[in-house]
């Protein structure tokens, strides 16, 4: 048998054989792998696969316009009734055309399917470049009468039949009829998972435009505009030029005395106009997360290389007697490395299975780590990139170590080590390779700390803030008006006092709390956390400046309900409440914002008057609260001032705040029957506590806060192992000399000491070097990645004492083990 054929088998027998070298590689490397590979893959699919649904993609850009309420929070313009006017004012750039994803349920023979609803314009199809699949296109007259529904849908509720076309299905208890059928399109931007089930509602544009829009309302209903050109490199309207346009836009459809309000408005805040490429805008900030992660487990992949690099330095140094015959018998170092590169590769190949696995696993767990914020993550799966970037990664490692690991190996000493009988094996290598590849393993921990720690102290404050209330055992009542001819009634009423939008929530108030036992509703609207914002402006007569608020809606019971610190003044009582006086309270934002000068008890009854045209009388400030966060999940609050009103314009929504006893409960079926008896036109009803919607905000961060902090515990665990295998194969190797030292009288801790002045060179250096890349490399990536927080020097100089503490318990425990033991026994062993 040839010594290459006897290397390969050896190398399938060390497997078994010689656990202590092969179990650290195949898992080691096998998990670091999987991380490789996950990011490959999800990189893969989302930048460079064919957009599922969108065969258009070439020829597309996109348009943001946008209104920026604050540093946190901005809001998109469009709606369809703008998108006429904009795509006729600017149709010499391309064809223009919108699209809004949305959850909503659809019942068909008694059946529900969560599908994603499509709002789009007319010309979508033709724009994405979409495949109908059966029936008319949605360019026919009327598309508002019908829907279509996708190819998965289709298949699923209605078998594939052909027939499905003229079929019906139910949507907030309406019926629509099925016009066609329309390939499942994925890639659409979103907040929420794009479903493979599907329904689309088509405007048509030319009916839109003969709509009045009330221009005044940012309402948010299409995030941007897609534009389809000649070649996709079309240019796009200026700042300047969107600017003049919304400004025309306001004059020709605002009349009175409100277009001066509404000019005085757009002026007064702050826009910003930004084109994308279609995948670009669809990815969001993913493209800047796959670049950081791809650097992270690039950085671990190398962790994960120099430690096993240096455990086959210090396995193959103690193979120099063989390595020495074997030349004295003619062998070649090519030879010889080739050899050690089929005892390995075994090994490698099962490290390679082993991160296909985990990979497979990774991406099967997607959903639960990426939660909603992942696009088009049903197509991510281990393709043939994958698999060729395993092999490529496996390949050029084998032959990395193949022809590193004897290159600490000096071919005159091997010939001495036959001579010397193997004494002294520490004088047949220098070991500069091993601490060169331990400096860079310490640089590399530092970098990937920095980053890990940072971003650990973001998602930290982001999950775990103060919201300035406590949410208790309450909950969300959430019902649909499916009648918009109702909705228009219930928001025109000169008197909310004695309107029907008021009688109609007092009595849901009653039926709440007659159906659910001990229930107590706090407010006929959303509570201090909700996923719904309410935004409003108006100018302040004293200081001339526009005031953009959050409005929120109390009870009388409300801050008290949820411990909110009242810090001036008084709630507004029930009787208030019922006599609709125009009382408000609002929060320390507005009281510093309006009354800087004054201190909060002055504040309690001076009046704010939020009508541009004097229509309603100024309310009264009756008492001034703690500010609270209206949304979490996010590292820096939205920072809107807020006025709390008794006051609701219900939207297509109504919802109620309802407070339970702890462990009581309330769910849907208690209300849902009753509900729809005395009230038909209100559907869809839907509970969740408020504690759920805590968890749901924060889900992302809180995933990712775990992550990091796996991230971060595996780089200390790949340093320490690193530090540790190198503190043991260089005591090994000086074994006789320090039996030496020991023999002549030298003390334990003076060892110690002279081992850890070893290191202290490489530990200088290594997080020397790695400070200096963190520091400048972090101010530089942080620059083009939004997402990174601000470099936290705190936070810096404590991981870099952890870093220190951890290499030098990883230099003393190893060294002490040989330091400790007989050294007349280390001298006759040498």
Do not use: C
Request: charged share 15%; aromatic share 8%.
């Amino acid at each position: 048998m040839s010594l290459l054929k006897k290397a390969l088998y050896q190398g399938i027998t060390r497997v078994f054989s010689l656990p202590r070298l092969s179990v650290p590689l195949i898992l080691t490397l096998g998990l670091t792998l999987g991380a490789v590979l996950s990011v490959i893959s999800i990189a893969s699919t989302l930048l460079y696969q064919p957009l599922q649904g969108v065969k258009n993609e070439a020829s597309l850009q996109t348009f943001d316009y946008r209104f920026n309420m604050s540093d946190t929070l901005s809001v998109s313009y469009w709606n369809m009734n703008r998108l006429v006017d904009f795509s006729e004012h600017f149709a010499d750039v391309g064809e223009w055309a919108g699209i809004a994803p949305s959850e909503q349920d659809v019942i068909v023979n008694n059946t529900t399917f969560a599908t994603t609803r499509y709002d789009a314009s007319s010309n979508i199809i033709s724009v994405l470049g979409s495949q109908l699949l059966l029936g008319d296109d949605v360019t026919i007259e009327s598309p508002e009468k019908y829907v279509w529904i996708s190819a998965s849908l289709w298949q699923n509720a209605f078998a594939g039949i052909k027939s499905v076309i003229g079929k019906q299905i139910t949507m907030t208890n309406k019926n629509y009829i099925i016009a066609g059928v329309i390939e499942d399109v994925m890639a659409i931007k979103s907040n929420q998972v794009i479903l493979a089930q599907q329904v689309w509602f088509i405007a048509n544009l030319t009916k839109i435009k003969a709509q009045k829009d009330n221009v005044g309302n940012i309402s948010n209903e299409l995030d941007n505009l897609i534009l389809k050109s000649a070649n996709g490199q079309a240019q796009l309207p200026s700042q300047a030029e969107v600017d003049a346009w919304l400004a025309d836009y306001v004059s020709r459809n605002v009349d009175g005395e409100q277009v001066q309000m509404f000019m005085d408005f757009i002026s007064n805040t702050n826009k910003v106009a930004k084109a994308s490429s279609y995948r670009s805008n669809m990815l969001g900030e993913t493209e800047g997360l796959l670049i950081a992660l791809f650097a992270a487990v690039i950085g671990l992949l190398l962790m994960a290389t120099l430690n096993l690099l240096n455990l086959f330095i210090a396995h193959y140094q103690g193979r120099t007697k063989e390595f020495a015959i074997q030349i004295s018998l003619g062998a070649s170092l090519t030879k010889i490395r080739l050899m050690v590169l089929l005892e390995n590769l075994p090994s490698f190949v099962l490290a390679a299975i082993t991160g296909l696995l985990v990979t497979g696993w990774a991406i099967r767990s997607l959903p639960l780590i990426a939660g909603d914020s992942l696009p088009m993550m049903d197509a991510i799966a281990i393709d043939s990139t994958t698999v060729l970037a395993a092999m490529a990664i496996i390949l050029a490692l084998s032959v990395l170590f193949s022809a590193l690991a004897l290159v600490d190996i000096d071919k005159q000493a091997l010939s001495n080590n036959l001579n010397s009988s193997g004494k002294g094996i520490q004088a047949q290598s220098n070991q500069w390779l091993s601490r060169v590849l331990m400096v860079l393993q310490l640089s590399i921990a530092s970098i990937l700390l920095t980053a890990s720690v940072m971003i650990a102290m973001q998602s930290y404050q982001a999950v775990y803030q103060d919201l300035g209330y406590e949410l208790g055992n309450s909950y969300e009542i959430a019902m649909t008006v499916s009648d918009e001819e109702y909705v228009t009634q219930l928001n025109s009423f000169d008197d909310y006092g004695k309107s029907e939008t008021k009688q109609l929530l007092d009595d849901l108030s009653r039926l709440i709390e007659q159906q659910v036992p001990n229930s107590q509703v706090i407010a006929p609207n959303y509570g201090p956390l909700s996923s719904s914002l309410r935004i409003n402006a108006f100018l302040d007569e004293a200081s001339g400046q526009r005031v953009i608020h959050q409005i929120k809606t109390l009870g009388a019971k409300y801050f008290s309900t949820f411990s909110i610190p009242m810090l001036a003044g008084a709630n507004v009582s029930q009787a208030q409440i019922d006599n609709d006086e125009d009382r408000i309270v609002i929060d320390e934002y507005m009281a510093k914002l309006l009354f800087s000068e004054l201190t909060y008890q002055e504040v309690i009854g001076k009046t704010i008057q939020m009508s541009a045209d004097n229509s309603t009388p100024p309310s009264i400030v009756t008492g001034i609260v703690a500010n609270t966060l209206s949304q979490t999940g996010i590292a820096d609050p939205i920072g809107l001032p807020a006025i709390y009103s008794h006051r609701v314009r219900p939207g297509t929504t109504i919802q109620f705040t309802v407070m339970l006893p702890e462990g009581a409960t309330v769910t849907a079926a208690m209300l849902a029957s009753e509900v729809k008896r005395q009230f038909p036109r209100l559907t869809n009803v839907t509970v969740e506590s408020l504690a759920d919607v805590l968890q749901r905000q924060t889900l992302n961060q809180r995933l990712s806060l775990w992550i990091v902090l796996a991230m971060t515990a595996l780089t200390l665990f790949l340093a320490a192992i690193g530090v540790a295998g190198l503190t043991q194969m260089t005591t090994n190797h000086r074994k006789y000399e320090l039996a030496v030292r020991m023999a002549t009288g030298a003390k334990q801790a003076t060892l110690v000491k002279f081992i850890l002045k070893d290191a202290l060179a490489m530990l200088v250096i290594g997080l020397g070097l790695g400070f200096i890349i963190s520091v400048f490399g972090y101010a530089k990536i942080s620059q083009n990645l939004a997402m990174l927080p601000d470099f936290n020097w705190l936070a810096m100089a404590t991981l870099d004492a952890a870093l220190v503490i951890i290499v030098i318990l990883s230099v003393i425990m190893p060294a002490w083990r040989v330091i400790s033991s007989d050294p007349m026994q280390a001298l006759r062993e040498e």
